[in-house]
């Protein structure tokens, strides 16, 4: 009998998220497929061989399951869990240089500046 680990574990093992919970919105909003399946169930099973394709912060990362593993160890540990079959354009500090891009709030209120600058606008077309 092959052994197999929920998918939420491993991903949250092989450090590709910080928290089990987060990997399994990963898995509900339908962003990962195994073997070009299409998964949204966190209990999913995955076996060693098995190939991930991870969409994650607008990278499509494509992952081969090596190992298991048993817990969540150091990112040392966690890359003898996968290799990489996407190449090198998906290394880490990339994808942590589009996640920091993304997370610009476009929606935040005006500084003190920016409302001066709408009173003096305001104040000229009502003159």
């Known amino acids: 009998m092959t052994e197999k680990i929920r998918l939420d574990t491993w991903l949250w093992y092989a450090r590709f998220y910080k928290s089990r919970s987060l990997s399994s919105k990963a898995i509900l909003s339908g962003k990962l497929r195994v073997n070009s399946n ?10 060693i061989n098995d ?5 994650h912060v607008n990278i499509v990362r494509i992952i081969q399951v090596q190992r ?8 040392s540990e966690a ?27 476009t929606n935040k209120r005006p500084t003190k500046k920016d409302r001066r600058i709408l009173d003096k606008i305001v ?5």
């Open 38 to 47: 299409k998964i949204i169930k966190p209990a999913s099973k995955v076996r």
């Open 123 to 127: 104040a000229k077309t009502l003159e």
């Open 51 to 55: 190939v991930l394709t991870i969409n």
């Open 68 to 75: 298991l593993g048993a817990r969540r160890g150091p990112a």
């Open 79 to 105: 890359k003898n869990l996968y290799k990489d079959l996407s190449g090198d354009a998906t290394d880490a500090s990339t994808i942590k240089n589009i996640s920091e891009n993304s997370k610009k709030d």
